[in-house]
């Protein structure tokens, strides 16, 4: 638009992806802990928006750009007789799985034992916080929606581009703290 100094791209998707590749782990006495097979399906349904603008063009030029993504991914299925798959952590602890009906990546760990109806945590004698008994679900890491800010100035053959960037949501664990 506007002699190419306004742009729109757009990206609308529901993709599928079968067959992905994951380690199950296996009964030590067979002579191995840990098998690798083709046995999760994930679906990502998403949108992309991208505005490009040049809103300075002459022997000095500004572009930037606007990008907005938001990309929602669920385990669809895993292999069968398995319910979930820890993907990444530490032995069946804290970490992150593949759950059918979750949120690729879902973190799942002891949840702090809190008051009822309220945030309070409950301290032991120790004076460390109480933990529920299992496995939970405690985060998602998977963001709301990421935004971009790229820009680009040029002048006489020279360009300096940075980029700002906001991630709305998505939880982490320090495996590093941990």
Known sequence: FLNNRVGVDLSLYQKTSSDLII?????????????????ATVVNEGVELGLDFTPIRGKFQWDFTLNYTKNVGTVD???????????????????????????????????????EGTDELFVNAQGSYVTDAGLQIIGNPQPNYTANWINNFSYKGLSFGFQWQYIDGGDIYSSTVQ
């Open 23 to 39: 380690d199950l782990n296996l009964d030590p006495a067979t002579g191995f802990t840990n098998t690798t097979v083709n046995g």
């Open 77 to 115: 299925e895993i292999t069968g007789g398995v319910d979930q798959i820890q993907i990444a952590g530490f032995g069946g602890s804290l970490g992150n799985y593949a759950i059918p009906g979750q949120p690729y990546g879902i973190i799942q760990g002891s949840r702090f034992v809190r008051a």
